[in-house]
């Protein structure tokens, strides 16, 4: 449960409840200063499930403390055509490494912050990376989200030739006109307590400005904040400007009227900290007298500062500032402060996921605070602000400079507010009317959606559907390519059917009935009830089980020797994939055997041991066996020089694309896709990375339509267009 000031917040309770215990995706929002950040770093320090955070600036992912959306997925930059098959435009998938792939395959919630700020194309690109490398019928590829952010506030960056593009596949630059987003189910939960204001007439009015039905009394109300030749006495006062070069210019006059002697502060950056994501001035000039803001929260125990507190320079020394802030008599003895930039790992022992440091930037946590831009202020609250917003040109940018005000008594307006300065989008308030309004009714539904979400984990864990498939693919291979040479070994694989039909399958459809309806009858509960110890029970025997039948089939006597070199990658690939089947299986089982069944312990195991067994190697090596093959009388189509096929390889695990490769090589890109798709067929590198798991189901479903031998052309004519001739090659390849 979150607790915030000791005050138990329905909200975020129900939100959590949403997050921990259903698979439902959740859009947290709320008004300015309602403790959506206070949520996620709770979310991060307690909640059991595998999650990455991820912003889309490099600033708010510092923030964050994760990264940015395009550096996790490796996104290219521009916009996104949905649809499209472009091959040179995602290059980057070529170069994602096997441990980013993998983290990405075991995620349980992906966070993203600052959703507002997110444009509909950009999550169509996150949802069209989680199909390839998860499962490519689902949106997301299955994963469940957590949006967090204020429409309302700062809005997605949409130039006006892109929008151009777009604007033929969305109906709106924001988030939620993804085609991805509108065919998940998800819950929009909305905050409603306000921290940050306690005046009941400004948080009414704040209210309006947001929603942009301000009448004549709320404007006169607003405008009562403009105090003519209002000047600040120069301390704590801030102001909050449109634009950048207003705020910087106002900062240069402030400092140059001081007569103090400047002293520059400059930063320290070790490891990878791209220029763009720094967090503070990489040169800091400061005077005494000079009014700054802090930027970060005091790390040390003393907490003697905090994000967005303002005070006067009192003292400038090489290695130390000291600023004297109005709430005590004493001075702040600043120093240099650290800034991680975060990129997200597997740990190789204990398959966690990690956040490793890999980059630094260090630097006073201040910044000159006479005035900062309202995209700035963001996440800010200031007890003395003037603004300047009669140049605001965004949605929700007044609202954002109102909002970071503690109450209206500690706010002066430079002057008074015109209509014209009060943007809102009739889309974003229609979107937020609908979607709040399903709240009550959502709430309604959480019990059956915890229930249904343990259900659909228990039916998961008693599924043998992939080991069967796996299972049959290998026997067919067997059966079809090896039966004359290895007859004795073809019975003892035909001899695993029974079994596994029997002992594991069968067993396993008898016991869902039961297992549905004893959470039928405690309400969804497993702890602490009879069908707890049982399927503790179960997972001991269905372990053994598995271990039994397949034990013959996932050891060394599996391996044999394979003179025909396609047949041996065929067989090669057929029986690693129902290895990892197999020992990714038994050893869920056998973890959850030995601890009781829950949410939280399914997922660390079942994240776990799908990595331990995706690490696993396939057989390659060759060993002797009393049964000896004959040669092939017909042997298969040769595969091109092994000397061409390395040299592409070389510069593909290089990092280069498939263009750059054939120009490189000055060969046709065909040649380079043939070769591509032999290597895939190898198992060097994996099909996944060239052709996305959606559009190898459609073209191998194509592939079987024909009944006879087929052309390359033939097939190309009854695919889709935005099927390429390169993914039906190396598909097909």
């Given at each position: 449960?979150?607790?915030?000031?000791?005050?138990?917040?329905?909200?975020?309770?129900?939100?959590?409840?949403?997050?921990?215990?259903?698979?439902?995706?959740?859009?947290?929002?709320?008004?300015?200063?309602?403790?959506?950040?206070?949520?996620?770093?709770?979310?991060?320090?307690?909640?059991?499930?595998?999650?990455?955070?991820?912003?889309?600036?490099?600033?708010?992912?510092?923030?964050?403390?994760?990264?940015?959306?395009?550096?996790?997925?490796?996104?290219?930059?521009?916009?996104?055509?949905?649809?499209?098959?472009?091959?040179?435009?995602?290059?980057?998938?070529?170069?994602?490494?096997?441990?980013?792939?993998?983290?990405?395959?075991?995620?349980?919630?992906?966070?993203?912050?600052?959703?507002?700020?997110?444009?509909?194309?950009?999550?169509?690109?996150?949802?069209?990376?989680?199909?390839?490398?998860?499962?490519?019928?689902?949106?997301f590829g299955g994963v469940q989200l957590l949006l967090i952010g204020d429409l309302m506030q700062l809005s997605p960056v949409a130039k006006p030739d892109e929008w151009a593009l777009l604007s033929q596949h969305y109906a709106t630059p924001y988030f939620f006109s993804s085609r991805a987003l509108q065919q998940l189910p998800y819950v929009t939960i909305e905050l409603q307590h306000i921290y940050r204001q306690q005046d009941s007439e400004f948080i009414d009015l704040l209210a309006k400005v947001r929603a942009g039905n301000l009448d004549s009394n709320d404007i006169d109300l607003l405008n009562s904040r403009y105090i003519p030749d209002f000047n600040p006495d120069g301390r704590d006062w801030i102001r909050l400007t449109t634009h950048n070069y207003t705020a910087q210019r106002y900062n240069d006059m402030r400092l140059s009227r001081l007569n103090a002697h400047p002293r520059t502060y400059s930063c320290t950056v070790t490891g990878d900290f791209p220029e763009q994501n720094y967090p503070a001035e990489p040169d800091l000039t400061l005077k005494e007298g000079a009014q700054v803001m802090f930027i970060k929260n005091d790390p040390t125990a003393a907490h003697a500062y905090y994000n967005g507190k303002i005070g006067i320079v009192t003292k400038t020394a090489a290695n130390s500032i000291e600023v004297k802030c109005s709430d005590s008599d004493r001075p702040i003895v600043v120093a240099p402060v650290a800034w991680d930039n975060n990129k997200y790992t597997l740990d190789p022992v204990s398959k966690e996921i990690r956040e490793e440091t890999v980059g630094s930037f260090s630097q006073y946590p201040l910044r000159l605070a006479w005035a900062i831009t309202i995209h700035k202020s963001?996440?800010?609250?200031?007890?003395?602000?003037?603004?300047?917003?009669?140049?605001?040109?965004?949605?929700?940018?007044?609202?954002?400079?109102?909002?970071?005000?503690?109450?209206?008594?500690?706010?002066?307006?430079?002057?008074?507010?015109?209509?014209?300065?009060?943007?809102?989008?009739a889309s974003v308030n229609s979107y937020i009317e609908t979607e709040t309004g399903k709240t009550e009714s959502n709430i309604s539904l959480l019990p059956t959606l915890r229930q249904h979400y343990t259900l659909s984990l228990l039916d998961q864990l008693y599924s043998f559907t992939d080991i069967s498939r796996d299972y049959e693919w290998f026997l067919r291979v067997v059966d079809e390519h090896l039966s004359s040479h290895y007859p004795k070994f073809l019975i003892r694989v035909k001899a695993v059917r029974r079994p596994l039909q029997e002992q594991l399958t069968d067993i396993a459809a008898r016991f869902a009935p039961q297992y549905h309806e004893a959470m039928r009858i405690n309400d969804g509960k497993i702890k602490g009830t009879g069908i707890e110890t049982r399927i503790t029970r179960s997972c001991r025997y269905f372990a053994d089980t598995i271990k039994a039948i397949f034990e013959s089939l996932i050891t060394k006597d599996a391996i044999i020797n394979i003179d025909n070199k396609r047949v041996a990658e065929l067989y090669n690939n057929a029986l690693s994939s129902l290895r990892q089947s197999v020992t990714g299986k038994y050893a869920l089982f056998k973890g959850l055997s030995d601890t009781t069944f829950s949410t939280a312990a399914y997922l660390s195991i079942k994240a776990k041991t799908l990595l331990e067994s995706i690490d696993g190697k396939p057989a390659r090596k060759r060993s002797k066996t009393k049964e000896k093959p004959a040669k092939e009388k017909n042997p298969v189509e040769k595969a091109p020089k092994v000397d061409t096929l390395k040299e592409t390889l070389r510069l593909?695990?290089?990092?280069?694309?498939?263009?750059?490769?054939?120009?490189?090589?000055?060969?046709?890109?065909?040649?380079?896709?043939?070769?591509?798709?032999?290597?895939?067929?190898?198992?060097?590198?994996?099909?996944?990375?060239?052709?996305?798991?959606?559009?190898?189901?459609?073209?191998?479903?194509?592939?079987?339509?024909?009944?006879?031998?087929?052309?390359?052309?033939?097939?190309?004519?009854?695919?889709?267009?935005?099927?390429?001739?390169?993914?039906?090659?190396?598909?097909?390849?």
């Open positions: 449960m979150i607790q915030h000031t000791g005050v138990s917040n329905r909200e975020m309770n129900i939100a959590w409840q949403f997050i921990a215990n259903t698979g439902m995706s959740v859009f947290l929002t709320g008004k300015a200063g309602t403790g959506k950040t206070t949520f996620l770093r709770e979310l991060r320090q307690q909640l059991p499930k595998r999650m990455v955070v991820l912003a889309p600036t490099g600033v708010a992912a510092i923030n964050a403390g994760g990264q940015t959306i395009h550096s996790f997925f490796q996104l290219p930059l521009g916009p996104y055509m949905p649809g499209r098959s472009d091959t040179s435009r995602n290059n980057n998938r070529f170069r994602m490494a096997e441990q980013k792939k993998n983290l990405i395959r075991t995620l349980d919630l992906l966070v993203i912050d600052e959703i507002s700020m997110v444009r509909a194309d950009l999550l169509d690109q996150i949802d069209d990376t989680l199909r390839r490398y998860r499962d490519p019928m689902l949106p963001q996440g800010l609250t200031f007890d003395k602000a003037v603004l300047d917003i009669n140049a605001s040109f965004a949605h929700g940018q007044t609202y954002v400079a109102l909002s970071r005000c503690r109450s209206l008594q500690g706010m002066v307006l430079s002057e008074p507010v015109r209509p014209q300065a009060l943007i809102t989008d593909y695990e290089a990092g280069m694309s498939p263009d750059e490769i054939a120009r490189q090589r000055n060969l046709v890109l065909s040649t380079i896709y043939g070769h591509l798709g032999r290597l895939a067929s190898q198992g060097l590198i994996d099909i996944d990375d060239l052709v996305s798991k959606e559009h190898q189901l459609i073209i191998r479903n194509a592939a079987a339509k024909f009944t006879t031998a087929y052309t390359l052309k033939e097939i190309r004519e009854i695919l889709p267009d935005h099927i390429s001739y390169h993914e039906i090659k190396i598909v097909l390849s």
